[in-house]
């Protein structure tokens, strides 16, 4: 009996890859993958064809080439690329094309990889955070959390995954220890106390696999995973015992990250308000002992650590 097919798109990502590991991983799995990329001859898209993967190019801007990636397809993974543009409208026009081309398609089970509205939290009338681009607070959360409907509209059997932060934003995105004033080492969040819920890049993957192998039964649920829920101050003690260096937590307020200048901190200085205001709220939709349900191999920041500590940029 032939195996069902996933379609993974943003296979050559963070979230995409680890599902099409996951799946190809797992000789006994009832699923093969169709890995859609827009470089089907980059040195990750040759390492998912060498593990087995059908590894095909697709333009999101366009339904019908979305359509053709889907065709003959069980179910899919959509993810879109907001920080390759950064434009909310752009984002949210790609996933209407994805749930569109979906239904069209017949898909029995998609995944959708989306993240809250924050105006639901803090409406634009609401000043305790800037509004930004006139409509939005955090635009890489709002266009994501208001598109949901485009699945529920087309009548796709859907399921909402919300990630948590990426650890590997410290080794790639500038989020490491750096060194204050003082010349001492720290990592810098303005999350005062509040625990954030993070998660290795790769266990976003191995938990989609994990909610496609529960079926459509999973449709129609809104699902949090994460690794583990931590305070700065707490990563910033695991970090000085995992590298053996003293690092500390500089807090500072979402303004001054806002501040910063970097090309989103604006944006990224709303979510982490977001985070720390509704830090309760946050948490309490992703939920690790789910997360480890789905994924066994769920990864504490522990142990996330033992794995990474080699490539943490100390600036």
């Not at 409509?135 to 208001?146: C, L, N, R, S």
Request: glycine content about 10%; hydrophobic content about 40%; aromatic content about 12%.
């Amino acid at each position: 009996m032939s195996k069902k097919i996933i379609v993974v798109f943003g296979a050559t990502g963070a979230q995409g890859g680890g599902l099409v590991r996951a799946i190809l991983n797992d000789k006994n799995s009832e699923f093969t993958v169709r890995a859609v990329t827009r470089e089907v001859n980059s040195d990750k898209a040759k390492a998912l064809a060498a593990l087995g993967a059908e590894v095909v190019s697709a333009d999101i801007d366009s339904k019908e080439s979305i359509a053709a990636a889907l065709k003959g397809a069980y179910g899919a993974y959509f993810v879109t690329f907001f920080w390759a543009h950064f434009s909310p409208e752009q984002e949210a026009n790609e996933v209407k094309n994805m749930a569109v081309a979906a239904k069209e398609a017949g898909i029995q089970h998609a995944i959708w990889s989306t993240l809250e509205d924050t105006r639901l939290m803090v409406p634009l009338t609401d000043d305790r955070m800037p509004t930004l681009r006139e409509i939005y607070k955090v635009p890489h959360f709002d266009a994501k959390g208001e598109s949901d409907h485009f699945f529920t509209d087309a009548g796709v059997p859907t399921t909402f995954m919300l990630a948590s932060y990426y650890w590997e934003n410290m080794l790639y995105f500038g989020m490491g220890p750096k060194k204050g004033p003082d010349g001492k080492l720290y990592i810098t969040f303005p999350m005062g106390d509040k625990k954030m819920a993070g998660i290795g890049a790769e266990d976003i993957g191995r938990c989609a696999y994990g909610i496609f192998k529960k079926g459509p039964s999973m449709a129609g649920r809104r699902v949090g995973i994460a690794g583990e829920q931590l305070t700065i101050a707490e990563m910033a003690q695991k970090l000085s015992k995992t590298m053996n260096l003293e690092i500390g937590y500089y807090e500072v307020t979402p303004e001054q990250y806002r501040g910063f200048g970097f090309p989103g901190a604006d944006d990224l200085g709303n979510m982490f308000q977001i985070y720390r205001d509704f830090a309760d709220e946050c948490n309490k939709t992703r939920n690790v002992e789910f997360s480890k349900e789905l994924n066994p191999q769920l990864q504490s920041f522990d142990m996330w650590l033992a794995d990474n500590v080699a490539k943490m940029p100390i600036d």
